[in-house]
């Protein structure tokens, strides 16, 4: 008896729908059509199932590249095949070659991003929920063994996903495990037209080379070399997600944002699994740069090694595209960018009266508060953000500018004078962020605090105190 391929295939994609949650019912599905048989038999399949399983609402979308004297015709058959089935069909013609001519990319490149482009668009005038593509279990194995031969991580062996959400749009893959040569054989057992690109036989793309050429030699050492690939990306995919999770979890445990860099502690990153480490490097950067050149193994081994190499040492290192990576003390940080301009301000403030100044140069503001009476007589504590002075002693007008050098300040509990630098070092404050300081001085130019780091013997809150003048320094956007 011959094998009903429809049904056995209707129930591979209902099994697969079920395990991966790709659609609910009444959902809006853009199932893109090339013409090819993989795609005429994922507009049929999906067609059968809204009929007669899952209700859905089916846009058929193909885009006429405007490369081949065929595509014409393709148009045509995918026109009459969507409406023949009663489905809505949107076309879109692309001028691919002059695409080409004006980004400089290669064509296969070019007439994906326009696909894309298309269906993404397709997707919001519908507002579907998602965009299935007819990728199938062939394609899939092409995709790691492409991978593995360009080199790659365990993310790369997962190969394509059978949903990935883009553009607020799932990506749904449904014949990802199902082989091109049953859907071949579906379109003839059942009659569905369909077209041939021939340019797919040309081995002057990669990818078809690997195809052609590759698959057919490792084949002769074992004949299911394309089951193998596709069942190991299977169970990577899985393992994958798994260690995304752990490396999301390990990010929101250990990594601070602080004015505009990820930082966390050396001794908590050194007691993550070495593959940990890996991956929360990898995510600092991919969330610091798009650019994935950034994240690949040699760097972020680069970078892994140094942290555990230089433990008692600050370091910096450039990682390229704007990135650096630099040790700090204990303390390990990313940043895109620069940080704050170290350029030279200075500020006055007259009297109490002005509620806050802000300092945009470093991003942030200083804001000032009276207290009358007795409740504020605790002082000032170290390593916080705030100081309390008897407003009575301190004398008006205050300066608040940035370092400079030679800067020298009576450390309340200390004798005499202490250099503002050694002050800095003995406090452990990290070299990157000792510009960020303003010194507030007082009309004499003595310096009466340095804002999270120490105060002066100027001014000091006592006994005797009867009015209060709070300082705060606090980030710009509070």
Avoid at 162 to 175: A, G, S, Y
Avoid at 347 to 376: A, F, R, T
Avoid at 413 to 441: A, F, Q, W, Y
């Amino acid at each position: 008896m011959e094998q009903d391929y429809l049904k056995s295939i209707i129930e591979n994609v209902m099994d697969v729908a079920a395990e991966k949650d790709l659609w609910n019912e009444g959902d809006t599905v853009i199932v893109a059509v090339s013409g090819g048989p993989d795609s005429v038999a994922l507009l049929h399949v999906l067609h059968e199932i809204s009929s007669r399983h899952i209700p859905l609402k089916l846009i058929c979308a193909h885009v006429h590249h405007g490369f081949r004297q065929e595509s014409d015709d393709e148009a045509i058959m995918v026109q009459e095949l969507a409406e023949s089935l009663g489905i809505l069909v949107e076309t879109a013609y692309i001028d691919v070659p002059a695409y080409m001519k004006s980004s400089g990319k290669g064509g296969q490149e070019a007439a994906r991003d326009k696909r894309y482009e298309f269906l993404f668009e397709t997707a919001r005038k519908y507002g579907a929920n998602s965009i299935a593509l007819a990728h199938h279990a062939d394609d899939q194995a092409e995709t790691v063994l492409m991978r593995l031969l360009r080199g790659t991580g365990p993310s790369g062996l997962a190969g394509i996903k059978i949903k990935r959400t883009q553009e607020n749009v799932e990506l749904i893959r449904p014949f990802l495990r199902i082989n091109k040569a049953d859907l071949i054989k579906l379109c003839d057992q059942r009659g569905y037209s369909y077209a041939i690109d021939y340019s797919n036989m040309l081995t002057k793309y990669r990818r078809n080379a690997v195809r052609l050429e590759v698959f057919p030699f490792l084949e002769q050492y074992n004949a299911q070399f394309s089951s193998s690939l596709t069942q190991l990306a299977e169970v990577i995919g899985d393992e994958d997600d798994f260690m995304e999770r752990s490396t999301q979890d390990a990010y929101r445990s250990f990594v601070r944002k602080i004015d505009g860099r990820l930082s966390f502690d050396a001794p908590s990153f050194l007691g993550l699994h070495v593959a940990l480490q890996r991956r929360l490097i990898k995510l600092i950067l991919n969330y610091l740069s798009a650019d994935q050149e950034n994240t690949d193994f040699i760097k972020i081994e680069t970078v892994r090694r140094k942290i555990l190499q230089d433990q008692r040492k600050n370091w910096r290192l450039d990682l390229g595209a704007g990135l650096t990576c630099f040790r700090e003390y204990e303390e390990v940080s990313f940043r895109s960018k620069p940080p704050a301009t170290e350029g030279k301000y200075i500020y006055q403030l007259h009297s109490p009266d002005s509620p806050e100044l802000e300092l945009p140069e470093i991003g942030k503001v200083l804001k000032l508060s009276i207290v009358e009476g007795k409740e504020m007589r605790d002082g000032f504590k170290l390593a916080s953000e705030a100081a309390s002075f008897d407003a009575q002693q301190l004398r008006f007008p205050l300066t608040i500018r940035s370092r400079q050098p030679g800067d020298k300040m009576k450390v309340m509990g200390l004798n005499g004078s202490k250099k503002v630098k050694d002050i800095l070092i003995d406090e452990k404050v990290p070299p990157s962020v000792r510009s960020l300081i303003p010194m507030v001085c007082d009309s004499s130019g003595s310096i009466v605090w340095i804002p999270g780091v120490r105060r002066s013997v100027h001014a000091a809150v006592g006994r005797h105190t009867t009015c209060i003048l709070r300082m705060e320094l606090v980030d710009a956007e509070e």
